[in-house]
């Protein structure tokens, strides 16, 4: 296997790593300054708006389909038409963001009432003005990275991995920073996490500028239009579904969960925080590095590199991905103490928070999958199976949600947002096969076995020796830290060499 793409994927793992722990430390102090509750629940809301968009047009369908063109005029192109793809591709994309920005601030208590219509017919209004207050604050933060992550996609094409993967860990810090020292001078306190979002936007987008300076592919703006536009916008309006279906999934989750008791939408949003860092150093960060190597592979017909990349980073997933799914469902409630039980998060914050991590990170795997899945497509140009399994998903979820939210309330939700991500791991994989582009290699499945006998080791042992709720709610924060820490490293451990006495080495994979 080529040797660049477990480094490449390694360096994202990294620099995703050291932002997603950051921003584990951000979460703690939200949930330590402002605890669950009906204010918590008006900020998710407007942050999680700006943010969804942002993965499902930036980071989601307009990267997904930008890099395989960029890609392809890099290869097949002089590098002033590359210069030229960038250019009317970035100025469309940011006259667009203009527009879509502009409005959304004028009109945001409309949308507030779009996404979180539980908030507006409740009888005090507090929680439905006040998300309108931020989204005019948290919503231009869209534009902001949006520009980042056209820029991102750029210096991944030129296989300039750690930038990008380095650059959210300025949002946390910023969003710490204003949590702790900017809410004393704020009438309204939780005010200060809006703005430390369009604040550390701004520092996203500055921190970009000098590296692609230095490759010499900073957009600029162009006039007129460009055959890339129109492949642009083939590709990108399918794909809106085709790669972000986790992503709307949980935003109906949100609006569901609005509907619910106060602090619903905050349980939903700490447990999906958790589930959200093995998601990134996993499945985000393959598939990040994935798309860029899949579309050069097609782009130059290599076909067998093609197939290798596939199964490679499948193999890779399936590795990482089962001991992390087991120890987010065993570990889920001493995991939300250790980390978001304090001052404002009571215990029963915590136990909601756990039942709907446990949830969450059933479906982990599942997760994993479609991430690498999809990127599989659209390297092809091909949109149009993604969206097919995507809305078959989504729909899936929605009949999911208000079934097992009228018996399980916010769980029932995560719950149908996991089983949605298994049918659009089956989906991708039936079609996959159908086309003949790809197919479980046997040494994925011997894997697959050896895997699992590691896990069911490795599950046993948690369940043995693990300490029980109690004394995690009765502990200090650093008896936590040790206990949970001590618990994962030693399971880590015994997995990997469990593996290891199985015959497996990473470098012979």
């Known amino acids: 296997m080529d040797k660049s793409f477990l480094k ?6 990294a620099m995703t790593f050291l932002s997603r722990i950051l921003g584990l430390v951000r979460d703690y102090f939200i949930a330590r300054y402002f605890g669950a509750n009906g204010l918590t629940d008006a900020f998710l809301v407007a942050f999680r708006i700006p943010n969804f968009l942002r993965r499902l047009f930036a980071e989601g369908a307009f990267s997904q389909a930008f890099v395989p063109i960029l890609a392809d005029a890099k290869i097949n192109n002089s590098e002033q038409e590359v210069q030229n793809v960038i250019n009317h591709i970035g100025t469309k994309f940011l ?25 507006y017919f409740e009888e005090d209004q507090t929680k439905f003005n006040l998300a309108s207050d931020m989204l005019r604050i948290t919503f231009p933060y869209l534009l902001l ?90 590709r ?4 809106l579904f085709g790669v972000s279906v986790s992503q709307i999934n949980l935003l109906i989750d949100t609006m569901i ?35 860029a ?68 990170g059933s479906g982990l795997i599942a997760f994993i999958i479609v991430k690498i899945l999809a990127p599989v497509f659209l390297s092809r140009g091909d949109t149009k199976t993604p969206v097919k399994v995507g809305v078959i998903a989504m729909v899936s979820n929605v009949f999911l949600n208000i079934i097992f939210s009228f018996y399980f309330a916010h769980v029932g939700l995560a719950v149908a947002t996991s089983i949605a991500a298994v049918i659009n791991a089956s989906l991708l ?29 490795m599950v046993a042992f948690i369940l043995t ?39 497996i080495r990473m470098n012979q994979l």
């Open 8 to 13: 490449s994927s390694s360096i994202v793992t």
């Open 95 to 119: 006259t667009t963001l203009v527009i879509i920005t502009f409005i959304t601030v004028i009109i945001a208590p409309l949308i507030i009432f779009m996404f979180a219509w539980g908030f």
């Open 145 to 234: 990275i949006s520009l980042t992550a056209f820029s991102g996609a750029i210096l991944n094409t030129y296989d300039k991995f750690a930038v990008p993967a380095f650059t959210p860990v300025l949002l946390n810090i910023s969003m710490i920073l204003s949590a702790i020292y900017l809410s004393e001078y704020l009438q309204t306190p939780i005010m200060a996490l809006a703005w430390g979002v369009l604040i550390g936007g701004v520092a996203q987008l500055l921190f970009q500028i000098p590296f692609l300076v230095k490759i010499k592919k900073l957009p600029k703006l162009a006039r007129g239009d460009h055959k890339s536009i129109k492949t642009l916008k083939k």
């Open 236 to 239: 990108m309006l399918p794909a």
């Open 257 to 291: 969960a609005t509907v619910l008791v106060s602090g619903s939408v905050s349980w939903l949003y700490y447990s999906d925080r958790l589930l959200e860092l093995p998601l990134a150093l996993i499945g985000i960060a393959l598939a990040t590095v994935a798309l």
């Open 293 to 360: 190597k899949l579309s050069n592979h097609f782009a130059n017909k290599d076909n067998e590199k093609f197939t290798r990349t596939v199964d490679y980073a499948l193999k890779i997933g399936l590795l990482l991905g089962a001991p992390a799914c087991a120890g987010l469902v065993l570990l889920a409630e001493p995991l939300i103490i250790t980390l978001f039980q304090y001052e404002e998060f009571d215990p029963f914050a915590a136990s909601q928070s756990a039942m709907s991590l446990m949830a969450y």
């Open 429 to 457: 994989y039936y079609y996959l096969t159908k086309q003949s582009i790809f197919s479980i290699s046997t040494d994925l499945i011997k894997l697959f076995f050896k895997v699992l006998l590691a896990s069911f080791i």
């Open 465 to 503: 020796f693990s300490n029980n709720i109690s004394f995690y709610l009765e502990s200090d924060a650093w008896q936590r830290i040790t206990s949970i820490s001590t618990i994962i490293g030693a399971s880590i451990a015994i997995y990997f060499v469990c593996l290891r006495i199985l015959g």
